[in-house]
């Protein structure tokens, strides 16, 4: 479903849901006696997904986006089961910093827990209740100048991801060059102060 006023807000909202069972051939073991057997059998699966984006123009040529995503599946076999929740929200803001420059940046988390189901022995994944979780931040800045005879159109972006046990990703240039060390901790500094903002509120 897509609305719009007319002015400067819009909105989007869709989903899909599904259901069924899939026929499946799954070879068994058994540790007493030592055996290995095939089985015909079936696996249930089911699930659904809701997108909802919200996006808002202001009168200067900027606009931000915020987009919320949930989904959930399940499926139960001869073997194993999963039941997965992916709750997932984005944050993008657009605007122009001067006449010739645009500058996008945004923010992103992403919480997916998940709950395994032992069906056999020999089968086992732990733990069976896990969480990943995922916070993103990313920027991208286009400038363009123009002289008599051409125009260039320069961009750059990076971004760096979070994650709960302290990895993150150094960011690349679009040229495919590191950035400078001493700046990029500048940024990482203000960064972690973000991502521990956003934890104190998903905790």
């Known amino acids: 479903m897509d609305w719009a006023n007319q002015g400067s807000n819009s909105f989007v909202v869709q989903g899909d849901l599904y259901m069924g069972r899939l026929g499946e051939r799954q070879n068994i073991a058994s540790y007493s006696p030592p055996a290995s057997i095939n089985i015909d059998g079936t696996q249930d699966v089911s699930g659904g997904n809701i997108l909802g984006r919200w996006k808002h123009a202001f009168n200067e040529g900027s606009d931000f986006q915020l987009q919320a995503y949930y989904d959930r599946t399940y499926r139960l076999g001869v073997q194993l089961g999963e039941t997965r929740n992916t709750f997932d929200i984005d944050f993008v803001h657009h605007f122009k910093a001067l006449p010739r420059q645009d500058i996008i940046w945004g923010l992103g988390a992403r919480w997916s827990p998940s709950d395994f189901t032992q069906k056999v022995a020999t089968v086992d994944f732990l733990p069976h209740n896990q969480s990943d979780m995922c916070i993103a931040f990313s920027r991208k800045m286009k400038s363009q100048s123009s002289g008599i005879n051409f125009r260039r159109r320069l961009g750059r972006s990076s971004s760096t991801t979070f994650t709960p046990d302290g990895r993150f990703s150094l960011p690349r240039a679009c040229c495919g ?25 998903f905790s």
């Open 177 to 201: 060059r590191r950035p400078n060390i001493k700046r990029f901790g500048r940024q990482l500094r203000a960064r972690f102060e973000a991502l521990r903002a956003l934890m104190k509120i």
